[in-house]
């Protein structure tokens, strides 16, 4: 009977052990935080076209704030520039003398709509820009008729000359070495095309012209940080025209086609706050005429929610560029944005787009041994394009109130929080390079 009472005795204290055993393995746990820093929301400034003002007015303000930015840049029209307007294809004489004898119908259309601009006509390009606008609004036969309008004016002679530009460009014009120090301070610059044209209505070859040769500008005088993104212009959701620009580039603001990322548009007025999606992208555009209230309205509904991502679309400023803002008005804005700083990653495009891929195929294994945690971060992703920390929340044991984070030779140290299931230190981890360790440190 005694060894039978001693036996349960015995039993009973392994199973308490191996409970508290398994409760502390439940404890320590380790999930990557939905954004950066564990804040609530993101937000993208992006600027459209690199108009001068938004360097020498909207960049001085946001360094202020310390903000970075996205700029969305037409690659020909800036000084130093290897690639310009050029129509890739067959003499375009001849294609001006087929237009008297055979109306342009679905055969020729795309050549003609690319070349009419590529002509050194004044108004040449209009027609080109006019004719696309129709052909994404669905209105394929009046995109017809203003081709075959536009080729019998050049046959009458009723354009006139394009006139040469300054040779420096004029006093507006950027550098690429304005951009190169930009892009050192942590600004993104990304491809807008060589010269903004409609692309889903130019033929292969001068589609991807546009897409690549402004890459190719972009990556000799910027490196290939920069050619991660790119802006269809005129915010196109051509299938075809997107198509060709995300098998150049990893991201397009036009388009980024994730399952877990629902995608809202300038124009669609959907309550982002009504998707089931892991991740919304909720573009907004600033115009002229856009109330301070309703911007302000915007950064609300984020900071009260814990997936949207606000990406804003700035174009003009101070009266330079098309729908400007002022800069009292973005300066006010802005410090809008910096008062809820405490719940809104302000970030790149690029930033954004690489955070939630990255989390979204990482995968993350915390083991414990005494007074250290390790923590092993990983992604299938390409380790050369995708390194960009994140954030991770681990849980630790109660009686650790500060904890030394150690990643190859970066050390920091971390106090930790508490939530509902107990204290837990966040901290910055890069994925693949090597386990994290968080050492217990005494105090």
Not at 20 to 34: L, M, S, Y
Not at 65 to 92: C, L, Q, V
Request: glycine residues 10%; proline residues 5%; hydrophobic residues 40%.
């Amino acid at each position: 009977m005694k060894k039978t009472v001693g036996a349960l005795v015995v039993l009973a204290a392994l199973m308490s052990l191996a409970a508290q055993a398994g409760c502390g393995r439940q404890d320590i746990r380790t999930e990557i935080a939905k954004w950066q820093d564990g804040k609530a929301a993101a937000v993208s400034l992006t600027y459209d076209d690199g108009s001068i003002n938004q360097f020498r007015v909207a960049v001085p303000l946001m360094k202020g704030f310390g903000f970075p930015a996205t700029f969305h840049i037409i690659t020909g029209e800036i000084s130093g520039s290897r690639y310009h307007g050029a129509f890739i294809g067959r003499p375009t004489d001849a294609i001006v003398r087929e237009t008297a004898g055979v109306p342009t119908g679905p055969d020729n259309f795309f050549e003609r709509a690319s070349a009419i601009g590529r002509l050194g006509l004044q108004g040449g390009f209009d027609y080109h820009l006019r004719a696309g606008e129709m052909f994404e609004d669905g209105k394929i036969d009046a995109a017809y008729r203003l081709i075959d309008e536009a080729y019998a004016k050049v046959r009458q002679g009723a354009f006139k000359p394009e006139s040469a530009p300054p040779p420096d460009g004029g006093k507006n014009a950027l550098t690429w070495d304005d951009l190169k120090v930009l892009a050192g301070e942590g600004y993104e610059f990304s491809s807008h095309t060589v010269t903004h044209p409609r692309l889903a209505v130019l033929d292969e070859a001068n589609l991807v012209y546009e897409l690549e040769k402004s890459r190719e500008d972009i990556l000799d005088h910027l490196g290939p940080k920069h050619t991660f993104t790119i802006e269809c212009p005129f915010g196109t959701e051509d299938e075809r025209a997107v198509g060709y620009a995300l098998a150049r580039y990893p991201a397009s603001r036009n388009r980024l086609s994730e399952a877990f990322l629902e995608e809202l548009n300038r124009w669609n007025d959907k309550d982002p706050a009504a998707s089931a999606k892991e991740y919304v992208q909720w573009q907004r555009g600033v115009l002229t005429a856009t109330a301070m209230s309703q911007m302000k309205g915007w950064v609300d509904t984020i900071a009260g929610r814990d997936n949207i991502w606000l990406v804003l679309v700035f174009h003009g400023v101070d009266g330079i560029g098309w729908e400007p803002k002022t800069g009292a008005e973005l300066e006010e804005y802005f410090g809008y944005i910096k008062s809820l700083e405490a719940r809104l990653w302000v970030a790149t495009f690029q930033d954004v787009t690489k955070y939630m891929r990255e989390r979204m195929r990482g995968q993350v294994t915390t083991s414990r041994r005494g007074g250290t945690i390790e923590v092993d971060l990983r992604h299938d992703l390409p380790a050369d394009v995708y390194d960009l920390p994140l954030t991770l929340k681990t849980h630790v044991p109660a009686g650790w109130t500060s904890v030394e984070v150690r990643q190859g030779s970066r050390t920091t140290s971390a106090s930790p929080a508490r939530d509902e299931r107990g204290p837990y230190v966040l901290y910055q981890a890069v994925p693949n390079v090597g386990p994290v360790s968080l050492i217990k440190r005494p105090g």
